[in-house]
């Protein structure tokens, strides 16, 4: 059937419209096309041919600046420090042999260090640069830059090190960091990439450990151009990470560096504390040791030195370690029996010397006992008896309901290493732990501080703050985080009759400033500032029957590690109590002796904000106080140095 020549010429129009449309779009791709093949050929040319060379872009991390610590005024205990080294790139350097010489003509290069690079070289891609001067001085580092055209395959190189300008003053609130081991790697279940990074330093203990994520910060990112057998060919573009959140702790700098030095080369412990806050102004055990050994990996010979030490140098004995807390527990037997309406202060109990209870004699430390005592009297002059006496009333489940409420067997949340809960004994806990009955003997011990019960220096010093206040104050080590202050519960009343703490208090006065006080010869004569505390002596071990006929009666004539623990615990002033303290003496004898002159002069370094006047003390002592201090402010000021400056 023949079409008419209108419906050929609709015909012919749709084709024809078809054509072109299609023609453009041919037309349209060719040309994409070709501006793509333009693009590719001319513009981006290098960079294909790399690829076409199995190249591949790899992102690499930038280890970000870790976050300092600084005391509760500023200062820095623990900062970043330039660390300059000298690598070298085996392949660039031809001749490996003679450009370390010119570089050993340059600079005094470690014997060890060049060993250790020549392994590494062995078993490392020749492209990959090799460390073979580490942590030189600023000198050194210029006068190879200097020299770099003649040291081909030598970079200098600066980084961040980190660095305690303190020394030991700091070692066990701030720990210290080290390089990344296996060891480390194995306890973290998904392990941060940064940690993988040669060098890269992370917390291992105290503050540096606990805080670690929050002081480690976030890693930047670079993009880089490597060619099939992983060589460097460009660095593409870079993202700067996230430094670590600043600290800010409660401790004073000042006064922290001063009790390390009083404390000396005693095994001992000391905690000040502010009794309102809760803050830690001093948290030091000694002896110390040097956290900067251990920031690039200590020697084995060095970390045996330490472990091996009798007097236990790297454990924090301020929150680790645990002792019989002695008479300096006797407040709390005296106010689970005030509270149970037992004990009143004119209630009195006779001391002969001892106690039977139960076919046993309980001796009082005065053989020759004390005569009749009153509370006041028995705190003043320790008299076992009397607490005994109470404690056979009261009974055990008072006494330790009474410990709790004055933290006794708390671990307190504290960012340091093995924070002990202590001991604070109970029926059940004899029952569950020991598979015996609570017997009437072991309250008798528990009422003065022995047998069973375990306190740590930082759970006297929270007791002591809370006898002082009435108050549940709870310490307190970070003050700020990045500027912003960290949150501290406001303390509540613990629910004690006012009277009956009054009643411990004075108690406490007369320990310090009566004649006949067991610590009246570490007292404080500024009417402003007298003190309220307690002497303390827990026994190690009891002196046989066979020392005792070989001539052994006394503390002293043991061995120093079978001597009694040496305690004290205070707060001051008496009126307005501001700090608490605890001090305790490792195998130090009796508190009065050991212990409490410590304590006292801490104290006054609190009180004074520095150095206190000669005439803070008795003016028996005057003469002895001032050589001291002069003796302590030359160890002070030298704990202040910068690396360059022990180098």
Not at 422 to 430: E, F, I, Q
Not at 566 to 595: I, Q, R, T, W
Request: aromatic share 6%.
């Amino acid at each position: 059937m023949r079409k008419n020549p209108q419906e050929n010429a609709e015909t012919h129009s749709r084709v024809t419209r078809r054509a072109l449309l299609l023609g453009g779009a041919q037309l349209v791709f060719m040309g994409g096309l070709g501006l793509r093949m333009r693009q590719l050929q001319l513009e981006q040319a290098d960079q294909f041919r790399l690829l076409a060379e199995e190249n591949r872009i790899n992102i690499r991390l930038i280890p970000p600046a870790r976050g300092q610590i600084f005391d509760r005024n500023g200062v820095a205990i623990a900062r970043n420090e330039p660390a300059y080294r000298i690598t070298l790139v085996p392949e660039d350097a031809g001749d490996v042999d003679e450009v370390i010489a010119r570089l050993a003509s340059l600079i005094e290069l470690d014997p060890g260090e060049l060993e250790a690079a020549a392994a590494e070289m062995k078993r490392s891609p020749p492209f990959l640069p090799v460390t073979v001067a580490d942590r030189i001085s600023w000198e050194d580092l210029s006068r190879v830059a200097v020299n770099t055209p003649v040291l081909p395959g030598v970079t200098p190189e600066v980084g961040l090190s980190r660095f305690y300008p303190m020394r030991g003053d700091f070692a066990h609130v701030v720990g210290y960091v080290g390089p990344v081991s296996d060891y480390d790697l194995s306890k973290i279940e998904n392990p941060d990439q940064l940690l993988r990074i040669p060098r890269f330093q992370i917390g291992k203990v105290g503050l540096e450990g606990k805080m670690e994520e929050s002081l480690r910060g976030k890693a930047g990112t670079k993009r880089v151009e490597v060619n099939a057998v992983g060589r460097v060919m460009r660095e593409l573009d870079r993202r700067e990470g996230q430094q670590g959140d600043d600290v800010q702790l409660t401790i004073d700098q000042g006064l922290q560096s001063y009790t390390q030095a009083r404390l000396g080369d005693e095994s001992a412990a000391a905690i000040v504390m502010d009794c309102n806050t809760g803050d830690l102004l001093t948290v030091a055990s000694a002896p110390t040791f040097d956290p900067n050994l251990f920031v690039e990996g200590i020697s084995v010979a060095a970390y045996r030195e330490l472990t091996d030490n009798d007097y236990r140098p790297l454990a924090a004995k301020t929150v680790q370690g645990t002792y019989p807390p002695g008479s300096t527990f006797k407040m709390i037997t005296a106010l689970a029996a005030l509270e149970e309406g037992i004990a009143f202060p004119d209630h009195t109990v006779w001391c002969p010397g001892h106690l039977e209870v139960s076919n046993r004699r309980f001796h009082c430390w005065k053989r020759a006992g004390h005569g009749h005592v009153n509370l006041a009297q028995a705190l003043r002059e320790s008299c076992d008896v009397y607490f005994y006496e109470l404690a056979l009333e009261v009974g055990i489940d008072k006494i330790s309901a009474m410990a709790a409420r004055f933290g006794i067997g708390e671990r307190f949340d504290l960012p340091m290493s093995g924070v002990a809960k202590g001991l604070n004994p109970t029926r059940d806990w004899k029952r569950d732990v020991r598979g015996a009955d609570w017997v009437v003997g072991d309250t008798v011990n528990v009422s003065i501080g022995q047998g069973f019960v375990l306190t740590s220096p930082l759970q006297l010093a929270v007791m002591t703050a809370r006898l002082a206040t009435g108050r549940d104050v709870s310490p307190r080590l970070v003050k700020s985080i990045n500027g912003v202050d960290t949150p501290q519960p406001p303390s509540k009343r613990l629910g004690i009759n006012e009277a009956f703490l009054n009643e411990v208090r004075r108690g406490m006065y007369a320990v310090s400033n009566h004649r006949r006080g067991t610590a009246y010869g570490s007292r404080i004569i500024e009417d402003t500032n007298r003190l309220a505390g307690k002497t303390g002596t827990s026994q190690v071990r009891n002196i046989t029957a066979a020392e005792r006929a070989r001539g052994v009666s006394r503390n002293e004539d043991l061995p120093w590690n079978r001597r009694d623990h040496a305690l004290f615990v205070n707060f001051a002033p008496y009126d307005n109590p501001k700090y608490a303290v605890a001090v305790v003496v490792e195998h130090g004898g009796g508190g009065s002796k050991a212990a409490a002159p410590i304590a006292r002069d801490i104290t006054l370094q609190a009180l004074h904000g520095g150095q206190p006047p000669l005439e803070a003390y008795p003016a028996k002592d005057r003469k002895r106080i001032e050589e001291q201090q002069e003796r302590l402010q030359k160890l002070v000021p030298g704990r202040n140095l910068t690396r360059r400056d022990r180098a």
